[in-house]
Nanobody, 125 residues
Framework: QVQLVESGGGSVQAGGSLRLSCAAS??????LAWFRQAPGKEREGVAA????????FYADSVKGRFTISEDNAKNTAYLQMDRLKPEDTSMYYC????????????????????WGQGTQVAVSS
């Protein structure tokens, strides 16, 4: 049974930091991505990483503030979020795909087979 379990969400003040984790079980991903979705808005790709290669991709809105990483031994990926802004408030989801998603589509939803249930991030001003 494939499971992706996110953790690490919470409430912080603007300028603060959070670290999200995505633990994968029953599945070895080749690409893992973080997405977020706020109420009434479309799901937005935030960051993605190629397993073992370490190639990363970021949305312009988070570049320089967020860092995606992974621990292959634990089959777990992380999203370090620094200098958080109120507009980062959202439900954050991780998603995993079975191959290296084309770079131009790494932050799109099309190629990801499995999704976690999400973890809420709230940033107050």
């Amino acid at each position: 049974q494939v499971q992706l379990v996110e953790s690490g969400g919470g409430s912080v003040q603007a300028g603060g930091s959070l670290r999200l984790s995505c633990a994968a079980s029953g599945y070895t991903y080749s690409t893992l991505a973080w997405f977020r979705q706020a109420p009434g808005k479309e799901r937005e790709g935030v960051a993605a990483i190629y397993r073992e290669l370490g190639h990363t991709f970021y949305a312009d809105s988070v570049k320089g503030r967020f860092t995606i990483s992974e621990d292959n031994a634990k089959n777990t990926a992380y999203l370090q979020m620094d200098r958080l802004k109120p507009e980062d408030t959202s439900m954050y989801y991780c998603a995993a795909g079975p191959f290296r998603v084309p770079p131009s589509e790494a932050l799109g939803t099309r190629w990801y087979d499995f999704w976690g249930q999400g973890t809420q991030v709230a940033v107050s001003s």
